[in-house]
């Protein structure tokens, strides 16, 4: 599914050029669930922000199902994003002025689904994430696992093959922390590939491959069984 | 205190882009201000500065619709020896064509000149630059010069004493120069005689003689205590008995002095008195009210967004141990720094652009008066008041806000604040469509006036005609005949703008008695042609009839106000004096507007007499270059014909273009007022936009990342901006056409209020600010929204 081949990030200054990535190469396959470790600053989020298309890398090659994707135009990411991938933050970033119903729904909006057919799939969402009884909070009336939940069903609504999940406990007590990746475990079970960047070794075991980032190079790349 | 011009200065470093938003509209907005207050100002205050100008009345009927001016000169005789109240009553009138005046062998200069009594300078207040003025109009031939006038014929040399010549006839010795005062002013005048040298010089019939001549202005200086209403039914009993029941006799009172500036009185006869139009003073007034109000509207909305910052960085001082009052304080004062910056911008603004401004609208004052104490010691109470008004709730907000809330950034920009800012911006809209559609409306009447005026107008060129050229009349016709380019040639009293003699008269038509009330110019048999006015009954005038000389044409007004079933054939006397022989109407002409256009079409008999002031020639090119080398022509031609007169060769096309001036000045002093107002306004919404984008920027980029396209993020932000414009165009359309339909009926003639200007003013400001709003959002929309949703 993705293939990175000799990926660089760098950023340069004026007497020398600084890398966040440094010749990553990186394969992954359906259906698997990543998680990706490091220490803060060891590019991470880097790493995840361009294989979401959010980022492009200063060298290297990148194909999602063999074919690039390095000089897209607008349009093609923007499909991207809607049909092939979902997000979700560490700060949840749910859009505070729309309930929780509004919320999950945006990205169907952006797909032009009909409404009749948008009510149907977000109400089987809140369904499945027994959050029905909530659906006409706002976000700040939510707890933060709640508000994670959120946004992996936002994430998930369009059906994306490819959820990308940026610390997605960083900011939540670990009951609540459990609860999100058992939720995420599950989507990986139903066979949504999942890329998760993490601090936590205990989450991180969540995933079955776990890749290890020290200053922008792979160091470790192990299955874990 | 120097801890706030430095908090000061590092706050607009900070956010240069807003803060001289601000600023600039501020500074703009108040030079607008300040050029109409101080042009209102003078105009409102306009004939104040005469010493007795409380006691001073002119006799006329100001008070009712004709509002004529105009008396017999006899009458004044039948005052001084009947009527005691009277302090002193005062003649004056202008003369038909302005006079040349030479000094030695200088260029003779044209200019214009009034002859009054010799009390004149104790009824109006004037200084004087050299000589008494209290004597200056005793003795006959002596002359009173302006010292405009007096700079042009003697330089800077003394002018007192010295003699000129007037016409190339008569010698007049200048008695006084005197002062042009500062204020505004309705009489205007380059020289003064006394009436005893008029009876010498322009010695016009019985005018000074006979009941019949209403040629004169009449101001009389009433004695303290004394009843201007009882005085003026005396003065009407002064009349011969046949006169005694004539309308305008009946008509006339004592009006205020003062009243005359803006009574929309009837010139007649000289053009020394001036008149203001209150109407368009108050419009303007408006206008700079609410440009203000759009400029202050910013400044709501600008600094209400910092207050969000200001709020947080308060926390901190209160914890360091701020009190409240000194908080109150230093947001208080940083208001009344920036508004005290822009009051200088502006004064500064105002010197700079008012030359400019000047030339384009017409709009004079002195600008010197920017820098009396009284005019800075006002406008920096405005201020302060402006500043204090418009930043005190959100001072009080801010000092009266809870340290511990402010540290933990609780405080979110509520959505209260954002619809009472809503409301705020489609205000300014709403002014700034009402401004757009009046200025299309105006224009359009312009248009529409001067598109309208009934009678041929184009490629047609007037010699004013001197002295010396009225003698050499079929020399003149003769010339110009011969020039190839020269079509058809006519003489005439007729020129646009230039009014015409007024009748009243009781004749015997037919075996009845009608009082006939009509405008007078003469014509001669090619004028109606050349001027392609349309013939309804009869003939027009006849080259080869000599017998045509005491034929008459009349308008269709004429016949209907008089309500003459058969006007062709009707006989009357026309003039004074015995030995009259009658004249016949033998036909009837369309209406044309041979008056200005904001007068009514008026009853009108074209003469068919021989005094004539123009020549009018048609040109049968219209190529620019043959035109220029005939007019040039012509000018060296007549020049020879009149040595001692300057002669003024002018377009009839231009004259009525100059029956416009005023309208035209409005025109533009409007729109670019309403330019100003429109600008100040996208300078608001640009910094709403920034302000939206900065506090949207999270949620774009969530957005985003959830699929939405750049075009579908641009059309989100700028959704708002155009519901409050659509809303906006919904309040200020009725209003603008109430606003419009009022302005208009003050037109004898006028344009309709179309749908389209209602429908232009919206798109346009609905273009302007999507213009505005987009730049913005554009910048937002494209940004990586990795940026935004980076993990704090």
Redesign the interface.
Known sequence: MIHLNNIDKYYDSKFQRTFVLKAVNLEIKDGEFVSIMGPSGSGKSTLLNIIGLLDTPSAGEYSLYDKSVLDLKEKAKVDYHRNFMGFIFQAYHLIEEMTVYENIETPLIYKGVKSKDRQAMVADLLDRFNMVAKKDLFPQQLSGGQQQLVGIARAIIGKPKLLLADEPTGNLQSVQGEMIMETLKALNDEGMTIIQVTHNEKFAGYGKRIIRLEDGIVRKDVKNV | MQNIFKSTYRNFIRKPATNLINLGGLAVSLALVIILSVYSYSELTTDNFHKNGDRVYIYSDLHNEFKRLNIPAVLKDQIDLNIPEVESAVRVAGTWEEPVYQVDDHDPITSDIITADPEFFRLFTYEAAEGNLEMALNDPMTIVLAEPLAKKLFGNEQALGKTLKLNNKHTLTVSAVVKMPEANSSLSFSSIASNATRKIIFANGGEFTEWGYWNFNLFVLLKEGANSNETATKMAALYPKDMLENQRVKDYKLNHFQDLYFSNFTVSRGDYLHGGDKRKVMILLMVAALVLIIALVNFINISSSQWLEKIKQTGVLKVVGADKTSILKSVLSEAFILFLMSLFLAILLVQLSFPFVSSYTGIHFNPFLLFTPSFLIVSIAGIFLLSLMFSIIPAMRISSSKAVDNLKKTIHSG?SNSVSRGILVTAQFAIAIVLIAFTVLVQKQVDFGSNNFRFDKENIVAIKLTPQLTERQQVLKKIIQDHPNAGKISFTQFFPGKLNEHWTSNQKINGENIQLDFDTFNGDASLCSMLGLQLVQGRLFSEDLVTDSHKMIVNETFVRAHKMENPIGAKFVMGFGENVPLSEIIGVVKDFHYKPVTAPIGSLIIQNGPQTSYCLVSINTSDFKSLDHFIREIKTETNKLSPSFPVEISFLDQAVENLYQSEIQFRRTFSLFAGCAIVICCLGILAMSLFACQRRI??I??????????S?VITMLNRDFVRWVAIAFVIATPVAWYIMSKWLESYAYKTNLSWWIFALAGLLALGIALLTVSWQSWKAATR???EA?R??
């Open positions: 959505s999270k949620e980029g969530i957005r985003k990342v959830n699929g939405a396209r750049t579908e990586n929204p990795v949703l993990n704090e």
